[in-house]
């Protein structure tokens, strides 16, 4: 029976929800530990969704011997990318496909800043909002969702969005130009591109949708460093107290995109 395979690169940034999730559709799941030796996929055969997690590394490691997964994972999307075969990838997981598909990956910096000022670079840790723009904010996975969201964030980079190649010969203006083959899903204050889709069946998130309580707290004892640069002391202790307050909502409308991916796609 085919089932959904997630790949996860940390011990502390495990599936979450997804797993009960995919269980009420019906969907086995397989999960792969990278960071324990367990092997990327090597075919798509049985394969019924792909989902790639979060973790601290980066596309700029790829090719590190300390993460022999990644560059596997490169190939692996690129296969899926040329199949359109259903992927979802979360934090790292997105910025993964992102590169796959040809598309760059760079620190996030301030936006608005000008052209000859030097990049600032601008993280995000914890609760923001996001919104749904236009077009994007029309897509069925994301149906149900409202401008304002309080989602989970932990990421130094972003993605472009990735593009189609260009056409051998496109037509002379003033013809349209090309289609991307992309839609801008979500955004944030800090974060232009959060969330995407590629072609029909290839979604990226920058941030995390599928967290439970405990994972945050896991999230938060992996990256010590990072939470006490960004929040100083006691700043694990705020970043859980305001999951009381913005966790009920975050888990329904996080399960409602993971929904939606299920019942839009058909990957059930």
Known sequence: MSKAVILQHVAHEGPGRIVPVFRDFGIPIEVRHLYKGDEVPQDLDGVRVLIALGGPMGVAEIGNEKYPFLAKEIELFKRVIARDRAFLGICLGAQLMAHAAGAKVHPNVKPGAKAEDPPFPVPEFGWHPVTFPFPGGTEPIVMGMVDGAMMFHWHYDTFELPKLPPPA??????????????????????????????????????????????????????NKDDVDKAFGPGGSAQVLQDAEKYYPRYSRLGDRILQNFVQFLKVY
């Open 169 to 222: 010969n496109p037509p002379a203006p003033p013809a349209p130009p090309p289609p991307t083959g992309s839609v801008l899903l979500s955004s944030s204050k800090a974060c232009k591109n959060q969330a995407f889709r590629f072609k029909s069946r290839l979604f990226g998130f920058q941030y995390h949708v599928e967290l439970t309580v405990e994972d945050i707290a896991k999230i938060l004892t992996g």
